[in-house]
């Protein structure tokens, strides 16, 4: 069992930037893979980004790259998604997932965060 909080969400201006972190408890963090998903108000959950459990892996959503990088640091518990030149298209609930394997679909994953809010204003 694992738990999962997310951090670093808010308002912010486009072309601004915001890391959001994804802190574990339970069993260590680098016993799973991280996924990094989004869902805006209306529309359904889409991934952003995964890594996997030593970091060696990593994947982004074509919709971010070049503008979001995700790390982890397993001594801390902690999986990082530092987004970069920031969009309004960006506006989201963002939510850390944690799976055996990594993985771009959400139903492979087993733990999620609450979530936390992300909004780019124009």
């Known amino acids: 069992q694992v738990q999962l909080v997310e951090f670093g969400g808010g308002l912010v201006q486009a072309g601004g930037s915001l890391r959001l972190s994804c802190a574990a408890s339970?069993?260590?963090?680098?016993?799973?893979?991280t996924g990094w998903f989004r869902q805006a108000p209306g529309k359904e959950r889409e991934f952003v980004s995964f890594i996997s459990r030593g970091g060696i892996n990593t994947y982004s959503a074509d919709s971010v790259k070049g503008r979001f990088t995700i790390s982890r640091d397993n001594a801390k518990n902690t999986v990082y998604l530092q987004m970069n030149s920031l969009k309004p298209e960006d506006t989201a609930d963002y939510y850390c997932?944690?799976?055996?394997?990594?993985?771009?679909?959400?139903?492979?994953?087993?733990?999620w965060g609450q979530g936390t809010q992300v909004t780019v204003s124009s």
């Open positions: 997932a944690a799976a055996n394997y990594p993985s771009t679909v959400a139903g492979e994953y087993d733990y």
């Open positions: 339970g069993r260590t963090n680098s016993s799973y893979s």
